[in-house]
């Protein structure tokens, strides 16, 4: 079974925000990561974020993570068709531990 | 500036086949995985190295065999392939040791074994 886990779908209308959810199970994890999959293409590293933090922002995304629950989440603001893809979260210790990721569609 | 590349990209295989997918980067990262994508279960990690001449197991390992005799190149082997190693795979490569490394990935290979 996976450490990383996700919901494998979220469907947004273009220029709403979209809210992806990520819980982890390994509180060592010092750094947490998102991670744009587009089709036919490897993965992309789209923001990270350090385990001491809970919130980082980088325009039109936002990172939450709460600790104590092992919850991350991804936010990103007024979404675009440009954003549909498969969105990973990891985990980071010696190796990378994936979710099993969520696609996300953006309908116009 | 070439990053991570994997070859093939699209492969078929017949049952009981052995075949080897190639992996190179050229960032002198000491840390390099294996991955494999399957509908559902994200990426899983089937052997990783920490440099060269170590190896380990991830998630995943039955069926394949790695080796990672440069820093460059981290070759995938499947000794005899079966209907469940269909799947994309995925190579990915990292520094070492430090916390907030990109994980660079190729593009992936295709697998079909029929």
């Known amino acids: 079974g996976e450490d990383v886990e996700q919901s494998l779908f979220l469907s947004v209308r273009e220029g709403d925000s979209s809210v992806i959810n990520c819980t982890y199970t390994?509180?060592?994890?010092?750094?947490l990561y998102w991670y744009k999959q587009e089709p036919g293409a490897g993965l992309q590293l789209l923001t990270y974020?350090?385990?001491?933090?809970d919130m980082k922002q980088d325009q039109r995304l936002t990172v939450l993570l709460n600790k104590k629950d092992k919850h991350l989440s991804l936010r990103i603001a007024d979404t675009q068709t440009g954003d549909s893809a498969i969105y990973f979260c990891a985990e980071s210790l010696n190796d990378m531990r994936f979710g099993a990721g969520t696609r996300l569609t953006v309908k116009p | 500036n070439a990053g991570v590349t994997q070859t093939p990209k699209f492969q078929v295989l017949k049952t009981g086949q052995s075949m080897t997918l190639q992996c190179a980067q050229d960032m002198n990262h000491e840390y390099m995985s294996w991955y494999r994508q399957d509908p559902g279960m994200g990426l899983r990690l089937i052997h990783y190295?920490?440099?060269?001449?170590?190896?380990d197991q991830g998630e995943v390992p039955n069926g394949y065999n790695v080796s990672r005799s440069t820093t460059e190149d981290f070759p995938l082997r499947l000794l005899s392939a079966a209907p469940s190693q269909t799947s994309v795979y995925f190579c990915?490569?990292?520094?070492f040791g430090v916390g907030d490394t990109e994980a660079f990935f190729g593009q992936g290979t295709r697998l079909t074994v029929v």
């Open positions: 190295s920490v440099g060269a001449g170590i190896t």
């Open positions: 974020i350090f385990s001491n933090m």
């Open positions: 390994d509180s060592s994890s010092t750094y």
């Open positions: 990915a490569s990292r520094l």
